[in-house]
């Protein structure tokens, strides 16, 4: 059973191209416990299991929420630009935009936790 995860978990890593830093992050364990795991030297509590399971069922859209860190993606959609000219009807957010970006980000993170609990 960990040997069939543990080849899920690499060969998801090398599709997406996340790191084990990344992955480590999203399932909420040290970095050093995901690579003994991944190298079969360590097993996982079942909580950590379901995580994993998780993260791994995550379509497109949730997987980007997921592993979103909040760069620039909020700035480049304040400012859309055609040719140096506005795009006529462009989205336009006050100062705060990127608190909005944050408390999405803080509201999928949630949900998804909660999906993992259940």
């Given at each position: 059973?960990?040997?069939?995860?543990r080849?899920?978990v690499?060969?998801?890593l090398a599709?997406?191209?996340?790191t084990?830093?990344?992955?480590s992050a999203v399932?909420?364990?040290?970095?050093?416990?995901?690579?003994?795991?991944?190298?079969?030297?360590?097993?996982?509590s079942d909580i950590?299991?379901?995580k994993?399971?998780?993260?791994?069922s995550?379509?497109?859209g949730q997987?980007?929420?997921?592993?979103?860190?909040g760069?620039?993606?909020g700035?480049?959609a304040c400012?859309?630009?055609?040719?140096?000219?506005n795009?006529?009807?462009?989205?336009?957010?006050?100062?705060s935009y990127?608190d909005?970006?944050?408390e999405?980000?803080?509201a999928f993170?949630?949900i998804?936790?909660?999906?993992?609990?259940?």
């Open positions: 059973m960990f040997s069939s995860l080849d899920r690499k060969a998801y599709k997406f191209e996340y084990q830093k990344q992955m399932i909420g364990v040290s970095e050093s416990h995901l690579a003994d795991f991944l190298s079969g030297r360590r097993g996982l950590t299991f379901s994993i399971e998780h993260v791994l995550l379509n497109a997987r980007k929420f997921q592993f979103y860190k760069r620039n993606t700035t480049r400012h859309l630009q055609s040719k140096g000219q795009v006529r009807g462009q989205v336009s957010y006050d100062k990127g909005a970006i944050e999405t980000l803080v993170q949630k998804n936790q909660n999906r993992i609990e259940a």
